[in-house]
């Protein structure tokens, strides 16, 4: 039995899909038990780019690796791995970062999968670094209140639900679209003394509200786990930033290139909202290392057509 509804994703791509699908069941079986199981937000050591793994980050590195060889994956590219894998002879470069929002994994906030497919090179970095415009598909499995997986093949953005009774992926929605009047933002604002000008000029004028150059009110919001963060924008709209700043280390933001920024932006830009580095489309862009980071600033049309302006 597959693990999702076939209708609506490419063939030769469908057993990809469902190898990622069939993983993030058990990833989400894992995560639900919590405590009753094993520890999961231990600290097990730290990964290429220096943040701290957790156990839940290694278990399901591990569980993904095993599974997408056979599904058609030659290379196999994860933020916990310093290195490209190779895992077979099939047609496909799979970058992913195994459990997006780690952080948040002791205190049952919504965390993650994303994942991004290229058509292999001969070369295996090669098959990663190049213009984020050549994914051929990109989504996030979100563990939740629901299990969910967005999804686009360069066709716009669907959305599948995972039917606890069935434990099939089910299509809930075809054609997500970014909800265009944008009341929310999301930034990390514990660093705010560290933001670039044009940053704090944007969320200035979301502060001023009704009384202020936009004309609306905003709620400020945070979660610190980019799967949350962009379900939320998909569903409800609003938008997301995090920019360089003048932390040591931080002047290209804190989110990866090919594991975390082109995928999203790829899903975003199909639901019809922009995704950008503050002025530049990250799908106008290429990553420079497998490890490298970007700002990322995506979400409702206008509002990040401000920000671009601001950027200046």
Same mark, same amino acid.
């Given at each position: *039995?597959?693990?999702?509804?076939?209708?609506?994703?490419?063939?030769?791509?469908?057993?990809?899909?469902?190898?990622?699908?069939?993983?993030?069941?058990?990833?989400?079986?894992?995560?639900?038990?919590?405590?009753?199981?094993?520890?999961?937000?231990?600290?097990?050591?730290?990964?290429?780019?220096?943040?701290?793994?957790?156990?839940?980050?290694?278990?399901?590195?591990?569980?993904?690796?095993?599974?997408?060889?056979?599904?058609?994956?030659?290379?196999?590219?994860?933020?916990?791995?310093?290195?490209?894998?190779?895992?077979?002879?099939?047609?496909?470069?799979?970058?992913?970062?195994?459990?997006? /929002?780690?952080?948040?994994?002791?205190?049952?906030?919504?965390?993650?999968?994303?994942?991004?497919?290229?058509?292999?090179?001969?070369?295996?970095?090669?098959? @990663?670094?190049?213009? #984020?415009?050549?994914?051929?598909?990109?989504?996030?499995?979100?563990?939740?209140?629901?299990? !969910?997986?967005?999804?686009?093949?360069?066709?716009?953005?669907? *959305?599948?639900?995972?039917?606890?009774?069935?434990?099939?992926?089910?299509?809930?929605?075809?054609a997500m679209a970014?909800?265009?009047?944008?009341?929310?933002?999301?930034?990390? #604002?514990?660093?705010?003394?560290?933001?670039?000008?044009?940053?704090?000029?944007?969320?200035?004028?979301?502060?001023? !509200?009704?009384?202020?150059?936009?004309?609306?009110?905003?709620?400020?919001?945070?979660?610190?786990?980019?799967?949350?963060?962009?379900?939320?924008?998909?569903?409800?709209?609003?938008?997301?930033?995090?920019?360089?700043?003048?932390?040591?280390?931080? #002047?290209?933001?804190?989110?990866? *290139?090919?594991?975390?920024?082109?995928? *999203?932006?790829?899903?975003?830009?199909?639901?019809?909202?922009?995704?950008?580095? /503050?002025?530049?489309?990250?799908?106008?862009?290429? #990553?420079?290392?497998?490890?490298?980071?970007?700002? @990322?600033? @995506?979400?409702?049309?206008?509002?990040?057509?401000?920000?671009?302006?601001?950027?200046g």
């Amino acid at each position: *039995m597959h693990a999702i509804a076939s209708d609506h994703i490419p063939e030769r791509l469908f057993p990809v899909i469902d190898a990622l699908c069939a993983t993030g069941i058990g990833v989400a079986g894992i995560i639900a038990r919590g405590p009753l199981g094993q520890s999961l937000h231990h600290g097990v050591g730290e990964n290429t780019g220096g943040d701290q793994q957790k156990a839940l980050d290694v278990i399901a590195d591990e569980a993904f690796e095993q599974a997408l060889g056979p599904a058609g994956v030659r290379y196999y590219a994860s933020e916990e791995q310093e290195g490209v894998l190779t895992l077979g002879e099939g047609p496909f470069a799979l970058a992913i970062d195994p459990l997006d /929002g780690s952080s948040n994994i002791d205190v049952n906030v919504s965390i993650g999968t994303i994942f991004s497919v290229f058509e292999a090179k001969d070369g295996a970095e090669e098959s @990663f670094l190049r213009p #984020a415009s050549e994914q051929i598909a990109a989504g996030y499995i979100i563990y939740g209140p629901q299990t !969910g997986l967005a999804v686009t093949f360069g066709q716009g953005t669907l *959305m599948f639900v995972l039917d606890p009774e069935t434990q099939v992926f089910e299509l809930a929605e075809e054609a997500m679209a970014i909800p265009e009047a944008a009341k929310e933002y999301s930034i990390n #604002a514990g660093y705010r003394r560290h933001w670039p000008g044009w940053v704090k000029s944007f969320v200035e004028e979301c502060e001023a !509200g009704v009384e202020g150059p936009r004309g609306r009110d905003y709620s400020f919001r945070w979660v610190a786990s980019l799967v949350a963060e962009t379900h939320r924008i998909l569903t409800r709209g609003g938008t997301f930033l995090y920019a360089g700043d003048a932390r040591p280390a931080y #002047a290209k933001g804190r989110l990866r *290139m090919v594991y975390e920024v082109a995928p *999203m932006a790829m899903l975003i830009e199909q639901a019809g909202g922009l995704a950008t580095d /503050g002025k530049t489309p990250i799908l106008e862009l290429t #990553a420079e290392s497998l490890h490298g980071k970007a700002p @990322f600033v @995506f979400g409702c049309r206008d509002e990040v057509t401000r920000v671009a302006e601001l950027h200046g």
